[in-house]
């Protein structure tokens, strides 16, 4: 079945210029990549995205990361797209993430892992809803 995923490219590889890089990865994966655009998110956009995880620790950390430098949001098209590109991300912890992936390739650390993607249809259509409205989707 064909799906949209959600995904942004983080600030720690935005700031090493490997946009480009990561998009060849996530095409080469058979995902289609049907809107983008580069924005930089205030305080308040990344404490909303990351709502979730308001009483976890790193909360405070991530706001400021994600805050930090540009990101890159993305829609992605594909077969089972959310799972697909879950498995192309590679697990959080890049040390134990699968060779080849994004999070493996590119990775800095758990904290500055490159990538986000949703983790549900659900969470999907709701993040890509943050970020675009259903004309910016060129499917």
């Known amino acids: 079945m064909t799906e949209r995923t959600f995904s942004i ?3 720690d590889a935005t700031r090493r210029n490997l946009t480009g890089k990561i998009n060849a990865v ?6 289609r990549i049907v809107a983008q655009r580069r924005v930089k998110l205030t305080t308040d956009q ?15 950390e991530l706001v400021e990361q994600m805050t ?12 089972n797209a ?11 912890n890049p040390e134990q993430a699968a060779d080849g992936t994004i999070r493996k390739q590119f990775a ?29 989707i060129v499917g």
């Open 9 to 11: 490219i983080k600030p």
């Open 26 to 31: 996530i095409e080469d994966a058979g995902l």
């Open 46 to 60: 990344a404490k909303k995205f990351y709502e979730v995880h308001a009483e976890r620790p790193f909360y405070g």
């Open 68 to 79: 930090a430098e540009p990101v890159v949001v993305q829609v992605l098209e594909g077969e």
């Open 82 to 92: 959310v799972a697909k590109y879950r498995e192309v991300m590679g697990t959080t």
């Open 108 to 136: 800095l650390s758990i904290g500055e892992n490159s990538v986000h993607g949703s983790d549900s249809l659900d969470n999907a259509k709701i993040e890509i809803a943050q970020f675009f409205t259903e004309d910016q």
